[in-house]
């Protein structure tokens, strides 16, 4: 009798654990069935849903509150809820926005798009928030077809200006250059920045950018180019500091269109444009980046016997270069933007100096020329205009300088090699002060001169020699740009 009780626990111990088993198959099975009927009505869509809406940035959002003052007078900017006056710390005078820049061209109640490329830039390029569990995409490309339609909103306000600037006074004026130049600078340095760059505006006004006089008492002034930052978060109250540096220093410009690479355009007939009022009487003017190194003393030796009055453009000239038709490169320009096989003559960004005269023949022909997103070769579009054809200089290296591949041992930081150059492009800011404390060191030493003091600045070449136009092909036109 035992026995089969026990026999009879066992079996069903056994069926129970049939049973649970079959039990979980059916769960198993319902839920997947009922997983099924979800998909198929639509019922898995999540209710909460992140957008991103690329049209709400802007100068007028970067600055704050208050759009009814700025939208006035700054024309092709979106109309936003929250657009504040720049300058709330009320400065001098001379850095309040002057009204007379800033021509609009749209009504106020349309709604205004940034630069021809500023909107699209913003928008497309843009960092998306980055959604939960899923990688951040890619950045989509630039939308030249929007920039097309707006490439005629070329006009924006001037919300810091320096109108002193080319107005030199008291004892500098009886040291001037006389006959019609007592009241403009002999040279003016203008140099491309963003607002966050403080560091490299400060080494560049320490350094090479310094003012004063120099040799046979020229006088040389100093500029910085910016426009409106793209992202305000990475510099909290930027136009604040901006506001105090232009105090400080008397040498920022700042436009309101977006600060972005394919903006680049806009500094350039902006700077032109300010040339013509503002510095028309300027005899030389250098204009470059702020990554780079200037021999001033060389290019004012360069500039002896330049007559002002004529057409002078010198720089690293790049010559049948072709526009770069690969769509990952940062200088794409699709055929319907530019159908052209070749690019006219342009100089490289880096550094090049031109004449007052040319400088204001531009600034006309600029406003002709249809917008074209790379800066450089705008520019070039523009001499072709005019019809003045740059002349490229060796010792412009706006392409930096490649370390020889017969002699990979040399050093091209070299003071004796900089001290023979213009222009050197990719430098960062220490380079920069280590390269101008070396150079002016007393105790310099150079193999390949006697008396590296004596004697005045001689180049073995000739300003637009012929002999040196080569095509740099498309890689080193714009990648290692």
């Known amino acids: 009798m035992l026995r089969k009780m026990v026999m009879m626990r066992r079996i069903l111990h056994v069926k129970g654990d049939v049973m649970c088993t079959m039990l979980l198959l059916v769960l198993f099975c319902l839920l997947l069935y009922a997983r099924q009927v979800l ?11 992140l957008e991103i809406h690329s049209s709400t940035s802007s100068s007028r959002t970067l600055l704050g509150a208050n759009a009814a003052k ?7 900017l979106p109309s936003s809820p929250s657009a504040p006056q720049l300058l709330p710390c009320r ?48 950045l989509p490309p630039f939308d030249f077809e929007s920039y097309l339609r707006e490439k005629d909103n070329r006009k924006f306000r001037l919300l810091i200006d320096q109108p002193e600037k080319c107005h030199i006074g008291g004892a500098e004026e009886e ?19 963003v607002a966050a760059d403080f ?27 910016l426009g409106v930052p793209r992202n305000r978060t990475a510099l909290p109250l930027w136009d604040r500091l901006l506001e105090y540096e232009s105090q400080t220093f008397r040498d920022i410009l700042l436009w309101d269109f977006d600060d972005t690479f394919f903006n680049l355009t806009l500094k350039e007939t902006h700077f032109l444009e300010w040339v013509n009022s503002t510095c028309p009487h300027v005899e030389f003017i250098f204009k470059g980046d702020a990554d780079v190194y200037v021999n001033i003393e ?15 453009f010198v720089g690293d000239i790049i010559f049948h270069a072709k526009p770069i038709r690969r769509r990952s490169s940062k200088y794409y320009v699709p055929e319907f933007m530019y159908g052209a096989g070749l690019y006219p003559s342009y100089a490289g960004g880096g550094g090049f100096v031109m004449s007052g005269y040319t400088a204001r023949r531009l600034s006309s022909a600029c406003q002709q020329v249809e917008l074209f997103p790379i800066d450089d070769v705008f520019l ?22 490649p370390r020889p591949s017969a002699a990979p041992h040399l050093q091209t930081f070299d003071p004796c090699f900089y001290r023979e150059l213009m222009v050197v492009h990719s430098l960062s800011v220490p380079q920069i ?22 004697g005045p600045f001689r180049w073995r070449g000739k300003v637009g020699d012929a002999e040196v136009e080569t095509d740099y092909g498309e890689k080193q036109v714009f990648v290692t740009h």
């Open 39 to 49: 998909v198929s009505s639509g019922w898995d869509t999540p209710a909460w849903k």
């Open 70 to 76: 700025v939208v006035q007078a700054s024309p092709g």
């Open 91 to 138: 400065p001098q005078a001379k850095l309040k926005p002057t009204q007379s820049k800033s021509k609009p061209t749209q009504p106020k109640s349309k709604p205004q798009v940034k630069s021809k490329g500023k909107s699209k830039s913003r928008r497309k390029n843009v960092t998306p928030t980055k959604a939960p569990g899923n990688p951040l995409p890619t």
């Open 175 to 193: 040291e001037g250059r006389g006959k019609g130049s007592t009241t403009a600078p002999y040279m003016l340095i203008a140099v491309k920045s």
């Open 199 to 225: 560091d490299k505006r400060q080494v560049v006004r320490r350094t090479w950018g310094k003012e004063g006089h120099f040799q046979n008492g020229v006088s040389i002034r100093t500029l910085f180019l």
């Open 298 to 312: 060389n290019i004012l030796e360069m500039l002896q016997g330049q007559k002002p009055d004529e057409d002078l």
């Open 380 to 401: 070039g579009m523009c001499l072709q205009l005019i019809g003045v054809k740059p002349s490229r200089h060796q010792g412009f290296r706006t392409f930096g300088i």
């Open 433 to 454: 002060w280590l390269m101008w404390n070396l150079l002016h060191d007393p105790k310099l030493s150079c193999h390949n001169r006697t008396n590296p003091t004596s």
